[in-house]
C-alpha cells in the first residue's frame, strides 16, 4: 500500500508549509506520505516568529480575529499554554483579548502547536507524516523522463512526486561581517544586543526598522510609565550620545494599525478570475491596472462610502496618491503618527474600521496574484506611484510599538530624514558608513555613522539568488519578465541604456522583474515557458516579481489553496 501513496516533500516547515500541510491533512485523499524538510528544531515559527527575527519585545501587526483558520484558535491555545510561557509574556488566559497582538516569539509557540495537532490528524486519518528537523535541503534536481523530484540534504537524496519550496525569508549578507559596524538587515535582533554611544543610521521605515528600534532603545535604555500613562525613554548613563536616525525616501512613518471589518482581507465586491480574464482578452492579455484600482478599489466605495466616493471616483491612481500624500506629507512625521495612534484607538475601541485604509489593504492582497499580467509599463507604475503609499498604510504598525516610537522621538532618541531614491550608502574600510543623499530641500548631504542597519524588509531576491542551483543548470526555472505593451516606452528606456529591458526576437520588449517565473498555481516555468507539473513554489523573496506585495499569513492561505487544488486536479476545492 505505501508505494501507492502520493509522496510530496514540504522544503521548510514555517508558516508557508504549515499552510500546505493543513490543506493536504484536510483534503479527502489520506493516501499520501508527506516529508516536511525544516532547517531548526522547531516547526511552525519559521523566522519572523522564533529567535531568528524576534526577542520579547517584539509583537505581530495581526491578532487573533485576523488570523486564518488553522486548527484552533489563539484564544483556544492560550487556555492550555505552557504556564511559564505565559508567565514570561505577561499573558492571563482569563482576560485574553481577541483583538489584542501578540507576542512575536508566542505567537511561533501557538503555530508550533498547530503542526503539532495537524500531525495527530493526519495520523488518524492515515497520512504519513516525517518530520527531517535540523536538515537543511541543499538542492532540487528534476528528472524530466520520470517527472519525479529529487530533494538533496547533506547526507541523502529522496525522490518525490511533488515538491513545494516554502523556505522563507532569506537576509543575505553583502557586507555584515567584514564591515564594523555595518548590519545588511536587523536579524537576528540577538545581534543587535549593544550598547552604541553615537548615532546610528536605520535605513527604511517599515516594520523592519520599527523592530530595530525597539531592539536597540533596550540595549542602550529603558522605557518608563508614567503616572499619567504615557511612556517616557530614558537613555543609560554610559551611552548619552545614544541616538537613532530613520532615512526614508518618503520622509514618513507607517501608519497605525486599526480595527479591520473584513479582517481576514477578502472582500464579495472583488473582480473574480472570469471577469480578469474577459478583461483580459480585449486588452491585448494584458490586466490594466487602472481597471483593477477602479473595480477593487474605487468602486467598493460607490455603496459602503458615498461621501468617499464621490471624493475619488474621477481620480486617476496618480492623483489618489497625491492626493493621500499629501496630508502626509504636509505634517512632521511624529505629529502624525500621534494623531493617526489617537485615531486607531478609536477605531479598535469602537470596532469601527478605517475603511479607506482597509480596502487599500484589501486591493494589495487582490491585486498581488494576478500582476503577472500587468503590461511591464503598469508594473513600473505600481511600483513607483502605488506601492509606496501601499507599504506605508497598510503596516498596520502596533499600538505599543506607536507609544515607543514617540517616547524615543520626544526623549531625542529619534528622528526621520527624507532621502532622495538615488542616494547611496558607502561602506568604510575603517567601519560605518558614509551615507549620500539629497534632503527635502535638495542639499547635498555626506554623512559618516559608525553603526548602519539596513531595514528595507525582505528584499526581491534575483533569479541569480535562486538557491537551487541544479533547477538552475538544467534551465527549469527562468527570469520573470513583463512585456511591454507599447514598444515606443521600451525602446526610450532600452536606448537610455537600461539593462532590465531587452528586445524579443518579435520586435516587442520585456523587462526583468525580480525573482523567476511562475503560473498562477505558483509552479515554475522552464526557458521554454512551460509549467512544470511537480514543483511548486511558496518561498515569497524568490517570487517576489510576479507577486509583488505579499500578505503574510493571508498569502500563506490563498497560495496553500491553490497549489492542493492542482496537486489533486480539483477547481473550487473547499475545506
Not at 518608563?224 to 526614508?248: A, T
Not at 516555468?525 to 493571508?554: K, R
Request: glycine fraction near 6%; charged fraction near 25%.
Amino acid at each position: 500500500m505505501q508505494q501507492n501513496k502520493k509522496k510530496i516533500a514540504i522544503l521548510g516547515g514555517g508558516p508557508s508549509g504549515l499552510f500546505l500541510y493543513k490543506r493536504l491533512v484536510e483534503y479527502g485523499n489520506t493516501d499520501l506520505d508527506v516529508t516536511i524538510y525544516e532547517k531548526k528544531s522547531m516547526l511552525g515559527a519559521g523566522m519572523p516568529y522564533s529567535v531568528e527575527g524576534a526577542t520579547d519585545e517584539h509583537v505581530t501587526n495581526v491578532s487573533d480575529n485576523e488570523i486564518p483558520d488553522i486548527v484552533s484558535s489563539i484564544e483556544e491555545w492560550i487556555k492550555n499554554a505552557p504556564a511559564e510561557l505565559l508567565e514570561r509574556f505577561n499573558i492571563n488566559s482569563g482576560n485574553f483579548n481577541e483583538y489584542k497582538v501578540l507576542p512575536r516569539i508566542l505567537f511561533g509557540h501557538y503555530l508550533s502547536s498547530q503542526f503539532d495537532l495537524l500531525q495527530q490528524i493526519a495520523a488518524i486519518k492515515g497520512i504519513t507524516t516525517t518530520i527531517l528537523y535540523n536538515t537543511n535541503v541543499t538542492d532540487v534536481i528534476y528528472n524530466k523522463e520520470e517527472k519525479k523530484v529529487c530533494v538533496v540534504t547533506e547526507n541523502e537524496k529522496a525522490e518525490f512526486d511533488h515538491a513545494v519550496i516554502c523556505t522563507g525569508h532569506n537576509w543575505p549578507k553583502k557586507y555584515e561581517g567584514r564591515v564594523k559596524g555595518y548590519f545588511d538587515s536587523p536579524y537576528p535582533p540577538s545581534k543587535l544586543a549593544l550598547k552604541l554611544n553615537h548615532t546610528i543610521a536605520i535605513r527604511g521605515s517599515s516594520l523592519t526598522a520599527i523592530d530595530a528600534i525597539r531592539t536597540l532603545a533596550r540595549n542602550n535604555g529603558k522605557f518608563i510609565k508614567e503616572d499619567n500613562g504615557q511612556l517616557s525613554f530614558e537613555k543609560e548613563e554610559d551611552c548619552p550620545n545614544f541616538r537613532m536616525v530613520i532615512h526614508s525616501r518618503s520622509g514618513m512613518l507607517p501608519a497605525v494599525r486599526f480595527h479591520l471589518e473584513d479582517s481576514h482581507l477578502s472582500h464579495d465586491s472583488l473582480l473574480t478570475r472570469k471577469e480578469i480574464d474577459e478583461h483580459r482578452k480585449e486588452n491585448d492579455g494584458f490586466l490594466s491596472l487602472d481597471f483593477v484600482f477602479k473595480k477593487n478599489f474605487t468602486e467598493i466605495f460607490r455603496t459602503k462610502d458615498p461621501d468617499f466616493y464621490s471624493r475619488i471616483k474621477d481620480l486617476s491612481i496618480e492623483e489618489f496618491v497625491e492626493e493621500m500624500m499629501e496630508l502626509r506629507e504636509r505634517l512632521d512625521p511624529f505629529q502624525l503618527l500621534k494623531a493617526e495612534y489617537i485615531q486607531a484607538e478609536k477605531s479598535i475601541k469602537r470596532q469601527e474600521s478605517i475603511y479607506w485604509k482597509e480596502m487599500l489593504a484589501v486591493l494589495s492582497f487582490a491585486m498581488n496574484h494576478p500582476a503577472k499580467y500587468l503590461s511591464a509599463e503598469d508594473m513600473q507604475r505600481l511600483q513607483k506611484v502605488l506601492m509606496p503609499l501601499i507599504s506605508i498604510v497598510i503596516a498596520f504598525v502596533p499600538q505599543k510599538s506607536c507609544s515607543e516610537l514617540l517616547a524615543l522621538h520626544h526623549a531625542g532618541v529619534l528622528d526621520i530624514t527624507a532621502v532622495n531614491q538615488d542616494s547611496t550608502v558607502e561602506p568604510q574600510h575603517g567601519g560605518g558608513i558614509i551615507y549620500n543623499y539629497l534632503d527635502e530641500n535638495q542639499n547635498q548631504k555626506v554623512e559618516h555613522y559608525d553603526t548602519f542597519v539596513d531595514c528595507v524588509g525582505q528584499p526581491h531576491l534575483s533569479y541569480d539568488d535562486f538557491p537551487f542551483k541544479t533547477l538552475l543548470s538544467q534551465k527549469a526555472v527562468s527570469p520573470a519578465t513583463l512585456k511591454f505593451k507599447s514598444n515606443e516606452a521600451a525602446e526610450t528606456i532600452f536606448e537610455n541604456g537600461s539593462t532590465l529591458v531587452e528586445k524579443n526576437a518579435d520586435g516587442s520588449y520585456s523587462l526583468q522583474v525580480s525573482g523567476i517565473a511562475i503560473n498562477d498555481n505558483f509552479q515554475i516555468i522552464d526557458q521554454y515557458g512551460s509549467y512544470n507539473e511537480n514543483i511548486y513554489i511558496m518561498a515569497v523573496p524568490y517570487i517576489g516579481g510576479f507577486n509583488p506585495d505579499y500578505s503574510g499569513l493571508d498569502f500563506c492561505e490563498s497560495a496553500s489553496l491553490r497549489i492542493v487544488e492542482d496537486i489533486f486536479k480539483v477547481v473550487g476545492f473547499e475545506l
